[in-house]
């Protein structure tokens, strides 16, 4: 492999990286914050997905597509809040977990009723539909560079929020002592709402981005939560810088792994064997990582002070 | 998949009163109904192709007035969930329970693997309307068991046979790293002679394709074949069209088709398929079905639908044949084995392993004059082609 592949694998790792992290933002600020393990975040990037597919389909226009995805998700956010969520933050952790589960059993139903079983598309905009030559009959869409700029952007903006805010330094205040914030008079339901609304905007915003280069389809949350959920216990529970490094890791080690684990098999087996070995290694190889990460760091690389 | 989800449990079209489902054979008389089990996948990602069987059927039977052979039939669908265990538990159910005639649909070959054996042990007829696994039809082969699809295998050699006649010299392999991947890969090499470059193997689950393409675009071969089935086959695509690799020839089987064209869209365009049957097919069965297909549903028929739909017309003349009598099991098998009725394909009949004998086609992606898209025949590629495991079947004359 030469030295241009390898830095094209990177950069498509570390796009990669950049849409889990889209994806792991608002669940470590859920998980983190409110103590509140959100299995339905995935069910939101989904919807984030179809509305911004139904919505540019409405309008005509990707830009109005995601534009309105986000006040809608937001919305719909808090409607969850309200209608099953807020019952749960008194209950234990399984309680959250059956109950979020039920929430991806309804909503991947309810978008079928909805939508029809069969994939949608989002189409890409306009202004973003070329591409950069990055190697040789390769081309780099400008899309994708799109999202890794919209994700750096994301990343930026959630670190003013929550480090340089008053609502953010609220929100660090809650997470670490809740009642002692709620008995200086701060309403920390209100504020737990705020963040839950955020954090399914978040991922409706995800599920808008990438609808133009993934298939919009029902249970296309659940594959990627399961990674972002990897990338939050890497990075340290309710730590979006945390978040943050390890979505790239994530990202660089999936792709890298993939590209380069049957060539690297080969060494020491037949093709035909490296090429079924290096697959499944490649596939086991962030979860590798993951192991070994918490086998020295068990609170994630940036463990967040309690 | 990782992360299974259960769906409810839901049976769909009920009979009306269960009380009269235990009654005694003595009432199952000619005018009771035939009841037939539609087994079709209704929900998880696949779903859409569940909904395309199930349509084809239901299409087939509103033309019939709801009748096989002059009987009037209940259908009762069974959402298998894609889910073995849960597809045994639903299909035994109606095997007991609604003491079904026959069970008919079933889109994927593992679901096939787990309830073959409790339908032909109790002495129904099983009609596969799209999976068509070899296990079945070598030396597994059963007198209960017919598909009116195809061998996998075939489908995939199909390819094969089209690189080799375009005369490529180096092809690019990729495929899902499961079982139908893998036979996949080796039903393309049965017949291209040429060199094959790399052969990548991705885990089910994948999403970004990048990796891959950036590997394709630094091999630079001749043409690439993949099968990519459902949402991984929208994201293949959709990011091959953006990566700017059109100009690679893609060559694929269940990758891109009438299930798949609506989200893949103009990124799938002169792209390349295999199959026996294809909506552009120019008879006078096929004109009637894509018709009114679109007329009721609203959407352009694949394979799974127009396969279910021939087994519907499969059903109607075989019943008729033996009066709607279905009590002679060998009377019945013989009468389904004639194959008397008109495919949509054009010429179809039975193997000696109860596998079609028909011709395969490569098939295109293409606009039609209505903005949709759909595969269109190309050219014959192979002509009755009898499926490679029919030779090591030894069928029993009589059941």
Known sequence: MNTTLLLVQALNGLQFGILLFLVAAGLTLVFGVMDFINLAHGVQYMLGAYLGATLAALTGSFWWGLLLTLPATLAFGLLLEFLVFRHLYERDHLSQVLATFGVILFLNQGVKAVFGTAPMQMPVPELLSGGVRIMDGLLYPTYRIAILVAGLATAGLLWFLVERTRVGMLVRAGATNAPMVSALGVDIRRLF????????????????????????????????????????????????????????????VETIGRSMMPDLMRLFLDPSAARQAGAAMASMLIYVVMAAILAFRPAGLFPVRR | MAFQIPAFRRRTLLATSTGLLAAPAVLQAQ???????????QTGPQAALGTQLRDGWMLGMRQLNNQLGGRPVETIVIDDELRPDVAVTKVRAALERDRVDFIVGVVFSNILQAIIRPVTEAGTFLISTNAGPSTFAGRGCNPYFFTTSYNNDQVHSVMGQAAQDAGYRRVFLMTPNYQAGRDAMAGFKSRFQGTVVDEVYVPLTQLDFSAELARIASLRPDAIFTFMPGGLGVNL?????????????????????????????????????????????????????????EAAFNYVPATYAAQSYDAANLLNSAVRRVGGNLSDKNALRAAIAAADFQSVRGPFRFGVNQYPVQDFWLLQVARRADGKFQTETVRRVLEANVDPWAGECRMPGRI
């Open chain 1, 193 to 252: 709402m705020l963040v839950f609304g955020f954090g399914a905007m978040l991922a409706g915003f995800a599920g808008a981005m990438a609808a133009p280069i993934l298939s919009v389809e029902p249970g296309m949350g659940d594959n990627l939560l399961i990674l972002a959920f990897v990338v939050i216990v890497i990075g340290g529970i309710g730590s979006v810088r945390g978040a943050f490094i390890a979505a790239l890791l994530v990202g660089l």
């Open chain 2, 31 to 41: 005018g009771a109904p035939i009841k037939v089990g539609l087994v079709a996948v």
């Open chain 2, 237 to 293: 695509v959709r990011q091959y069209r953006q990566a700017g690799l059109a100009n690679i020839p893609f060559l694929s089987t269940f990758t891109v088709d009438e299930a798949t064209l609506p989200a893949q869209g103009e990124a799938a365009l002169g792209f390349y398929s295999a199959a026996s049957w294809a909506p552009n097919m120019d008879n006078p069965v096929n004109r009637r079905f894509v018709s009114e297909f």
